[in-house]
């Protein structure tokens, strides 16, 4: 398949990768032989080619978009960019990085761009640019797996049936620097216990240590899903809509220009569809 030929994955899997702030080594990327130029007459293939390979942080904690699995990169995520590269011509490096850090890691020049299901938000757009929206609200067969934050509760729980239940003398699990704990932050009176992951979090639901946790509805689908036994269920409907975009360096405006482009390519062809119904046709 072209787009893993083209897909230039470079990652180290650490033990700790899963652990709160963890943050991987990984090889510098090879850098593009000329720094990439643009025009009007200029086709997204050839900034493509201009451009190279493209550094991609990732958080491989938002299953099923991105995670590890056999010591592999794999999710809807990383199958919809290798698509995209094969459509451009250009190859991407991934990096493996916390979700706070890859912000970071995008102003600072360590990375062109970061995908790993990131809610397109006005204060995100103060220090990074968007591609155009590749997840949204009203995509999907099923509303388990809408983009939005989403409460998860115990099963035997009949009191949480909202954010209005979540008040003093709860304890919420969130992940932190997302949209999920902004909202907590913002709509509860729980206390609020800070992850560096979404899975840790939802073991301690599991675990009776938190009452509830809010974090992306698809993500506590997936938990569900690989955890049956977990006892966890997903309580009301999205408390947020939110639309998921790849974020991409200030600096970078010919990488965003070439995102656009081949993600347009890729949605107005049969891809997207064989690639959406492979993670999210099946509830």
Do not use: H
Not at 87 to 98: H, I, K, L, R
Not at 182 to 191: D, I, P, R, V
């Amino acid at each position: 398949m072209k787009a893993t030929v083209r897909s230039l994955i470079l990652f180290v899997l650490a033990l700790s990768v899963a652990a709160c702030g963890a943050s991987t080594a990984v090889p510098a990327a090879p850098e593009a032989t000329a720094e990439p130029t643009s025009t009007a007459a200029e086709t997204p293939t050839q900034a493509a080619a201009q451009t190279g390979i493209v550094t991609v942080g990732i958080d491989p904690s938002f299953e099923p978009f991105v995670f590890i699995k056999d010591g592999k990169l794999a999710g809807f995520d990383i199958d919809l960019l290798n698509a995209m590269a094969a459509d451009g011509d250009f190859e991407v490096a991934y990096v493996v990085s916390s979700f706070d850090e890859i912000f970071e890691g995008l102003q600072n020049g360590k990375y062109d761009a970061a995908i790993s299901a990131i809610t397109i938000t006005d204060g995100r757009k103060e220090i990074v640019d968007f591609s155009a929206p590749y997840f949204e609200s009203g995509n999907a067969p099923v509303s388990f797996y809408n983009p939005g934050q989403g409460i998860a509760i115990r099963t035997e729980n009949t009191a949480i049936i909202g954010p209005e239940s979540l008040t003093t003398g709860m304890r919420v699990g969130v992940k932190s620097g997302t949209t999920g704990a902004a909202f907590a932050a913002e709509n509860t009176g729980a206390e609020l216990v800070e992850f560096g992951e979404s899975k840790p979090a939802l073991d301690a639901l599991a675990a009776g240590e938190v009452d509830a946790v809010i974090v992306d509805i698809p993500v506590i689908v997936g938990y569900i899903k690989n955890n049956p036994s977990a006892g966890i269920r997903v309580t009301g409907g999205p408390v947020t809509e939110e639309s998921y975009g790849i974020a991409v360096s200030k600096d970078k405006p010919e990488v965003l220009a070439m995102l656009n482009a081949t993600l347009a390519n890729v949605r107005g062809s049969d891809q997207y569809t064989k690639l959406f119904n492979t993670w999210f046709g099946t509830p």
